[in-house]
């Protein structure tokens, strides 16, 4: 009998592994609906849907291995990030999906809530100013107005599975839809900026790479306490906290 494993768990999710089913358990019935409806839309790679009764989505796994992981080198090569690229523009060029997305937050709310978490950051003794404020500085260049795109809102360098220098799939869509795409392009390479020369170069078009700096430094001021209070740790190595402290 498969054994059953515990692939990530918090209040929100819950996802479990058994042989070659994932089986996410979701409270949101909303995440689930998008996550099933980009991946019938999106022109990548993405995992075969199984079953789908609410709250749990039953996907078959896909082939390869994950492009690498947050906090670890990783060892896939220059090509398998460059075919991240390409398949991130190929998402990007698709139609629309009729929604936003993480990606497509509101500017003003975004900045609004940006400041709410600095001060708390700030406050709590949880970070130092001169480092809150010198990322909030960095973040500033990500909120400006964008052009939508059929972005997929949590591309965590974990999401995408290549084998050799082939995408085999792109996983977790519960936050896709209409947004900016550099926000993918800065999540995919969070904490892995070596590598973002071979994804640009996949891409196949010019990017602003100080929108992408933006991004690292909005995303990972944003994502601190949610991580604290959800049993990650965004101080280890390579994580978020050294993304911030690679700004200064």
């Known amino acids: 009998m498969d054994e059953v494993k515990m692939v990530v768990a918090h209040s929100e999710r819950a996802t479990l592994r058994v042989g070659d089913v994932f089986l996410k358990v979701d409270a949101d019935q909303a995440r689930i609906d998008v996550e099933v409806e980009a991946m019938a839309l999106a022109p990548v790679p993405t995992p075969k849907v199984l079953w789908h009764k609410p709250p749990v989505l039953a996907i078959a796994a896909v082939p390869g291995t994950a492009l690498g992981r947050l906090g670890e080198p990783s060892t896939a090569s220059p090509a398998a990030w460059a075919a991240a690229g390409a398949a991130l523009r190929r998402l990007h060029d698709a139609p629309l999906p009729p929604r936003p997305g993480r990606a497509g937050r509101d500017l003003d709310e975004l900045a609004a809530e940006l400041d709410g ?80 020369g071979d994804v640009v170069a996949g891409y196949g078009t010019d990017v602003d790479l100080d929108v992408i700096r933006g991004w690292w430094s909005l995303r990972s001021l944003l994502v601190v306490r949610w991580l604290v209070e959800h049993g990650f740790d965004p101080f280890a190595p390579g994580c978020e906290i050294d993304v911030l402290r690679s700004r200064l």
């Open 117 to 196: 978490e600095c001060e708390w950051l700030v406050t709590n003794g949880v970070l130092p100013a001169d480092l809150v404020t010198r990322n909030r500085q960095v973040a500033e260049a990500a909120l400006r107005p964008w052009s939508p795109a059929f972005t997929h809102g949590d591309l965590q360098i974990a999401h995408v599975f290549v084998d050799g220098d082939e995408i085999t799939g792109i996983i977790d869509w519960s936050e896709a839809g209409q947004g900016d795409a550099l926000f993918d392009l800065a999540t995919l390479t969070l904490g892995h900026e070596k590598h973002l």
